[in-house]
């Protein structure tokens, strides 16, 4: 369970990238804040997958046609923000409304649904409310820790680029791996 959390957790993304970006302009508290805010909203959905929301699924097939398109949309609206960005650290947002952001982009979150429901039907396949829970638990965790590393190696990048040129040149390459993430999922 732990290594399939692991895997899916650190493995880049999009919220991991917003992650690492508010480490990069505001400092490891910052990313810090982020990663709470994306643990928080994929142990929702998380939770939400393993109690039922599977179901929805199979009854109702638009629904994945449906969050496709979204997290599609999602991806590309990510990558335009990042790429216009200024590069101008006084600019940026605080880390509380980044946190409120990570949480509710898991739901938009292609690379987040597949794991939450890989994982729920792997670990959590009988919906069983106490597996479903330990499951959970166990990858808040593991995704806690995983996501508090992209915002510490943000911090980290961010001191190196230290806003202007640096750091416009970190948003496009950024807005780059998420039009390469959106046209992953072009059909």
């Given at each position: 369970m732990a290594g399939f959390a692991l895997a899916a957790s650190i493995s880049p993304g999009p919220v991991n990238l917003l992650t690492l970006r508010a480490g990069a302009l505001r400092g490891w508290p910052a990313g810090l804040r982020v990663a709470w805010g994306a643990t928080l909203g994929f142990t929702a959905l998380l939770l939400l997958a393993?109690?039922?929301?599977?179901?929805?699924?199979a009854r109702w097939p638009w629904l994945n046609e449906a969050l496709h398109w979204a997290g599609l949309g999602f991806l590309l609206w990510m990558a335009w923000q990042l790429a216009r960005d200024p590069g101008q650290i006084g600019e940026a947002g605080d880390g509380g409304t980044g946190a409120w952001l990570?949480?509710?982009?898991?739901?938009?979150?292609?690379?987040?649904?597949?794991?939450?429901?890989?994982?729920?039907?792997?670990?959590?396949?009988?919906?069983?409310?106490?597996?479903?829970?330990?499951?959970?638990?166990?990858?808040?965790?593991?995704?806690?820790?995983?996501?508090?590393?992209?915002?510490?190696?943000?911090?980290?990048?961010?001191?190196?680029?230290?806003?202007?040129?640096?750091?416009?040149?970190?948003?496009?390459?950024?807005?780059?791996?998420?039009?390469?993430?959106?046209?992953?999922?072009?059909?």
């Open positions: 393993g109690l039922g929301l599977q179901s929805a699924w990570a949480a509710a982009a898991q739901w938009l979150n292609p690379k987040a649904w597949l794991a939450a429901l890989a994982g729920m039907g792997l670990f959590a396949g009988g919906g069983e409310p106490s597996q479903v829970v330990r499951f959970a638990a166990i990858y808040a965790l593991v995704c806690l820790g995983s996501m508090a590393c992209w915002g510490v190696a943000g911090a980290w990048l961010g001191r190196r680029v230290q806003g202007g040129a640096g750091l416009k040149w970190l948003n496009r390459v950024l807005a780059l791996l998420l039009l390469f993430s959106a046209a992953a999922l072009w059909r």
